[in-house]
């Protein structure tokens, strides 16, 4: 069987505008391919309502799983949860069970549970709340769209509970080899390489260091022997 499919939207002007630099594709990116879902695809958009229900509808019919980040906090201009619920025709509003959560959390920390913390649990009806061990602010998953925080290590806590109940495919393994050869030199033969093992991933990447031009030369695959197999041939044709 193949393996589960998987986009990304990381949501967020601070994003867009370079004031904050993005990590948390990055870290999906990883955890992904070791539960073996494969990410396809990553898009960086605006928190825009109309720019996220056209990406959602876009995303969630294409893979089996979408995956977001941000916008999800008490001020106004988080409003990934009720775009996701407009792209879903749900409803959206305060829920009983993330506002139990939030207000015992403020209890205990001894702050108000005020509206703006309100808004952190406004969870379409039809959802299922991510648990959040950092803030408690739940993220929520409804049909194949995971809806998480950016706050990296919240964002990392919520994928964590994600993929505990996600059906997983066979991890990407990878190996590499480090040829001090330019693209141009090595392209022909490992395209050859390539065209004989179509079930692996083969890909090149160029370097220059301390003046030196090389390539860095990467094999991915879910079977280890194929792998292997192929990493011999390779290392044979540089040597």
Known sequence: MPNPTAAMLVIGDEILSGRTRD???????????????????VRFIADDHATIVEALDALRGRYDHV?????????????????VAAAFGDRIDVRPDAAALLAAHYERTGREFNE????????????TLIDNPVSIAPGFTIGNVHVMAGVPDVFHAMLADVLSRLTKGQPLLSQSLRV??????IAAPFRTLAAEYPDLQMGSYPFVQ???VGTNLVIRGTDAGRLSEAMTRLADLFA
């Open 23 to 41: 990590s948390n594709s990055h870290h999906l990116a990883q955890e992904l391919t070791v539960a073996g879902i494969d990410l396809r695809e």
């Open 67 to 83: 995956f977001t980040s941000g916008g999800i906090g008490p001020t106004h201009d988080d409003i990934t949860a009720d775009a």
């Open 116 to 127: 703006a913390r309100q808004r952190m649990a406004r969870i379409p009806d039809s959802a």
């Open 180 to 185: 001090d050869r330019g693209e141009g030199e």
């Open 210 to 212: 301390n003046g030196a």
